[in-house]
């Protein structure tokens, strides 16, 4: 059953409205910080396992010009590795460094102690509830995106057939 169009501008909002607040929690963590919102963001992706550049982008929801710069900031910090992609020497897989998987660990931490501050009257139940909506609204979010850029791929596909 759809959506009603007044429940999903609703939600629209609320994840807008979300989005800045995020943004402005994230904030807390960035005094004296070396890698800003963005790149901690990529250092998570690259934290959950070693990939080539061009499926973090698409993880990412990016460019692969605006990724490479941000790969290209975070080696130089020393924070990630690149190596030759062993399935194809052109192409280059992209981890972790130890020192990366250290910064990773502790903007982690940080942040937790950060939302644990901002989240006190909360419940433990608040708090589970939230995670398991959200989680359910980003796969289907990101399930309905696959489908629709599969379905486009395929009429394209079809089209210059």
């Not at 807008?16 to 807390?28: G, I, N, S, T, W």
């Not at 910080?33 to 070693?50: H, I, K, N």
């Amino acid at each position: 059953m759809p959506v009603p169009p007044t429940s999903a501008a609703n939600l629209v909002y609320q994840i807008f409205d979300l989005q800045r607040a995020v943004r402005c929690a994230a904030a807390l963590n960035l005094p004296g910080e070396d890698t800003g919102v963005a790149l901690q963001g990529v250092l998570r992706f690259v934290g959950e396992r070693e990939s080539r550049a061009t499926h973090l982008a698409e993880r990412l929801g990016v460019s692969a010009p605006v990724l490479s710069r941000h790969i290209a900031e975070l080696e130089e910090q020393g924070y990630v590795v690149r190596r030759p992609d062993p399935e194809d020497g052109r192409a280059q897989l992209v981890a972790l460094s130890s020192l990366g998987a250290e910064k990773l660990h502790a903007i982690e931490v940080h942040r937790t102690a950060t939302l644990q501050g901002l989240l006190l009257d909360w419940s433990e139940e608040d708090i589970e509830q939230t995670a398991v909506t959200l989680k359910k609204l980003a796969e289907s979010l990101r399930t309905s995106a696959r489908a629709k850029t599969a379905g486009s791929t395929t009429m394209t596909t079809a089209a210059q057939e």
